[in-house]
Nanobody
Framework: QVQMVESGGGLVQAGGSLRLTCEATKMIFSIDYMGWYRQAPGEERELVARIHRNDSTNYADFVKGRFTISRDKNTVYLQMNSLKPEDTAMYYC?????????WGQGTQVAVSS
């Protein structure tokens, strides 16, 4: 069974940077896209960024110019710069292949003011 394993979360001061990594434990064939979502306490999970099979990317407006998504085979990265306190949330990676969705367990990001 494929698992998505995230790492790289932590506590950082406002203006700082973090790099999240998510790796599939087994090869996923024909990935349509991979991405990152986040969920703050009391809020719904929201899309942060997505990278498609052809390497095109989509970003939520609230991270444009600050976050960069990239991928290497079955690993997806999220470089987060100029972090703000409102970026504090649990970050989840996601991969979709055909009709199958793969989710990670999440990694916590906390940004202090």
């Amino acid at each position: 069974q494929v698992q998505m394993v995230e790492s790289g979360g932590g506590l950082v001061q406002a203006g700082g940077s973090l790099r999240l990594t998510c790796e599939a434990t087994k090869m996923i064939f024909s990935i349509d896209y991979m991405g990152w979502y986040r969920q703050a306490p009391g809020e719904e999970r929201e899309l942060v960024a997505r990278i498609h099979r052809n390497d095109s990317t989509n970003y939520a407006d609230f991270v444009k110019g600050r976050f960069t998504i990239s991928r290497d085979k079955n690993t997806v990265y999220l470089q987060m710069n100029s972090l703000k306190p409102e970026d504090t949330a649990m970050y989840y990676c996601h991969a979709r292949s055909s009709i199958i969705n793969y989710w990670g367990q999440g990694t916590q990001v906390a940004v202090s003011s």
